[in-house]
């Protein structure tokens, strides 16, 4: 089953990113199903699968569900663009392909698929570590930082919310770092962040601004250290 998850998925791979243009993308958008690129996207699509499951004959049931299916999926999906928002509608399309594949793999390989799981109290730490230093840690650095109110560090003119994604992927990589002992990584992300925020740190009339990028910095980054630290130290007693 493995094998056959991993050929068709290679194949999905080649046909939705490698090999499709995005002069394809924008006449499919425009023309929808009269569009000649549909038909070769499909094709390659089908190409790769015959090619990467070497036209086994056990497979004949994948070599027509997929193609066509996929023909459908991206029928929808083009007549909905307009109506849904690009990001959603996206994962919305690669979750039905995927549903495919992985319907097919259960088709063909039934005994391997097991529907009664139960997440081990390991997953299950990882998981509010993980929610603790995106959400938790940003709600309490929030808090924290609501004493001061400063009119320059206004998100007027930064991307919506971009702070705050900033703060949670950047929590992640120091939280990944402590739990592998890389340090000096952790050193090497607090000076590419002091790059990039060279120019805020540079006006002397900003010395608040200044002040407070370095508190909620220090506080980012001392929280995931923290968070990480009492991962490592609690594993072994769950």
Do not use: C
């Not at 070769?40 to 015959?50: E, K, P, R, T």
């Not at 790059?195 to 910095?217: H, M, N, Q, W």
């Amino acid at each position: 089953m493995i094998s056959f998850l991993l050929k068709t998925l290679v194949a999905h791979v080649l046909g939705d990113f490698v090999f499709q243009p995005d002069h394809w993308i924008i006449d499919k958008q425009q023309k929808k199903a009269k569009s000649k690129f549909l038909y070769f996207h499909i094709i390659i699509h089908a190409a790769a699968l015959l090619i990467l499951l070497q036209l086994d004959s056990r497979y004949w049931l994948a070599f027509l569900i997929i193609p066509i299916s996929h023909y459908l999926i991206d029928i929808i999906k083009i007549n909905l663009e307009k109506s849904i928002n690009s990001r959603f509608l996206f994962a919305l399309d690669q979750i039905a392909h995927l549903s495919v594949i992985i319907g097919l793999g259960s088709f063909y390989y039934p005994e391997l698929i097991n529907f009664n799981f139960e997440l081990s109290n390991n997953v299950l730490f990882l998981l509010l570590n993980i929610l603790l230093i995106t959400y938790g840690v940003a709600v309490l650095i929030k808090v924290i930082m609501s004493k001061w109110d400063l009119p320059e560090d206004s998100d007027s003119d930064s991307l919506s919310k971009a702070g705050k994604y900033i703060g949670m992927l950047e929590r992640l990589f120091v939280f990944s770092f402590v739990l592998m002992a890389e340090w000096q990584a952790i050193g090497f992300l607090i000076a590419a962040k002091s790059v990039f925020r060279f120019g805020d740190l540079s006006r002397a009339k900003d010395r608040k601004l200044t002040e407070y990028i370095l508190i909620g910095t220090l506080l980012s980054f001392g929280l995931a250290i923290l968070v990480g630290f009492v991962y490592k130290n609690m594993l072994t007693l769950i």
